[in-house]
């Protein structure tokens, strides 16, 4: 009958053993690690995410009424107090419909716009006539791009259901703010007929 007895105190042995049982560890802790990786729950900062575009789109939308206000009290060109109204009108009801987001998830929403919102709101309140006509024009094409983007974001990668249902429901009336925001900057742009026109003692809608 052969011998099976292994003669431990040889090196070859002592070294294949050692090999085996490190293989065998090394195994057993990737397991774990990716164990862990498919039960780990979705990192925190996806709620963050909702949660800081429903605030800014909050102070935005706000920013976006008292302008709309200030427009229809300083604007010369019809165009421009058509689309103030509109302004107040709309980011009116999209506020109110955050709000009733926000609070499905317990989201604290500021109460005034943003300090940057404020400064461009001092500025413009110091413009008169087709200044601040030209000025509004611009800054609300370069806000409506702006936001366009952050809820395109929010409505395609938002975690949170409430407010990604908002962001989805509200996108379509910001893309025709902006359109109609470009129609005004091009109807109020310096050399236009119809700036002069639709100028000072001319405020019927069209």
Request: proline residues 4%; glycine residues 8%.
């Amino acid at each position: 009958m052969r011998n099976w007895n292994w003669n431990w105190k040889s090196p070859w042995i002592k070294a294949s053993y050692v090999a085996a049982v490190t293989t065998l560890f090394t195994f057993v802790g990737c397991w774990a690690v990716l164990a862990h990786q498919d039960s780990a729950p979705p990192a925190a900062s996806s709620g963050a995410n909702d949660t800081t575009f429903a605030k800014k789109a909050a102070a935005g939308g706000i920013a976006e009424v008292k302008m709309g206000q200030l427009a229809q009290q300083k604007g010369t060109a019809a165009s421009v107090k058509k689309f103030g109204a509109r302004m107040a009108e709309d980011h009116s009801k999209a506020g109110d419909e955050l709000k009733q987001a926000a609070s499905q998830s317990n989201i604290t929403l500021p109460t005034d716009m943003s300090a940057k919102d404020k400064a461009t709101y001092e500025m413009l309140s110091k413009l008169s006539g087709a200044a601040f006509d030209r000025a509004y024009a611009r800054d609300m094409v370069r806000d409506h791009e702006e936001d366009i983007a952050e809820f395109n974001k929010e409505a395609n990668g938002g975690h949170n259901p409430a407010v990604k249902d908002f962001a989805t429901q509200t996108l379509p009336t910001l893309q025709d703010h902006l359109k109609e925001a470009k129609e005004m900057r091009q109807n109020v742009a310096p050399g236009n007929p119809s700036a002069t026109k639709n100028g000072a003692g001319n405020t019927g809608k069209r």
